[in-house]
């Protein structure tokens, strides 16, 4: 096997150089506490997502990486530089226009799930929607759709506590998608569930990425994760360090070199791909 050569990002090409993308990262910093005791989390990180990639955010614990997806889920407000999604500064949003735009540009898939317990898969899926003003009829063509493309048809009648953990996830994901958002964000989407159900959620955001054109950001520790996506991300420090791409090779050759740059950079490396990936 031949080693592969890490390239750090010492001065990361701005992100405007990279015309007509849908994400622009620009310096964006973020510090927490006050004078004489102030944390870095982030320090001038710079990238651009194109409209339909699939992009995986890796780091060792404590290098920022889920502080930059709180930054453009704006969760978070950056301490300085800038976050533009499909020409729109998301910095500068304050009040009922922050909320308009979470609601809808963005779409959530949180470790566990967060589906709420009283509702069915279909009223999961739905909420979004309705809270938009959507008709009735339009709801249930588009629950109908994902839920189809997703594999999760038969389990809209059934509330959380009567699906597998999978079958939750996929159901989180159709939530995710349904309202059309510009951008999807997975919070380690896989880090709840066994083996199995992860390969069967990866699968989902490769249908979403694959079939829906969805762009999706993914915060991972796992190697094997983040091999689903086009091209991997790495932080540390709080500082874009380095990327991988997965180009025309295979997932096996993009999870060994995931792996390799994930040791050099001391990161966990304790995720064994599931023998169906290998």
Do not use: W
């Amino acid at each position: 096997m031949n080693a592969v050569r890490i390239n750090p990002l010492a001065t990361p090409a701005p992100a405007d150089a990279q015309g007509g993308a849908l994400l622009r990262v620009t310096d964006v910093e973020k510090a927490y506490g006050s004078r004489g005791a102030v944390t870095h989390a982030l320090a001038g990180v710079s990238f651009a997502i194109e409209a339909g990639e699939f992009v995986a955010v890796m780091g060792p614990s404590g290098s920022g990486k889920s502080t930059l997806l709180n930054c453009i889920s704006t969760i978070d407000q950056v301490s300085g530089g800038h976050i533009v999604l499909n020409g729109r500064d998301i910095t500068k949003l304050r009040g009922r226009e922050l909320s308009r735009f979470r609601r809808e540009s963005l779409g959530f898939i949180f470790q566990d799930a967060n589906l709420l317990d009283t509702l069915t898969g279909f009223e999961n899926i739905a909420l979004a929607l309705t809270i938009k003003g959507v008709s009735a009829g339009q709801v249930r063509e588009r629950v109908g759709r994902v839920s189809k493309l997703l594999g999760v048809e038969d389990v809209l009648d059934k509330h959380p506590n009567q699906m597998s953990g999978g079958q939750r996830q996929r159901v989180a994901a159709a939530r995710a998608i349904v309202g059309d958002p510009r951008l999807v964000l997975a919070d380690e989407p896989t880090g709840a569930l066994d083996s199995r159900n992860t390969a069967v959620l990866l699968e989902t955001l490769e249908v979403l990425n694959a079939k829906l054109g969805s762009t999706i950001v993914m915060v991972t520790h796992d190697a094997f994760a983040a091999s689903h996506a086009g091209r991997v991300l790495f932080i540390k420090d709080g500082k874009l360090f380095s990327e991988v791409r997965r180009g025309s090779g295979s997932r096996e050759d993009f999870y060994t070199r995931i792996l390799e740059v994930q040791a050099f950079l001391g990161g966990r490396v304790g995720s064994v791909a599931p023998r169906s990936a290998r």
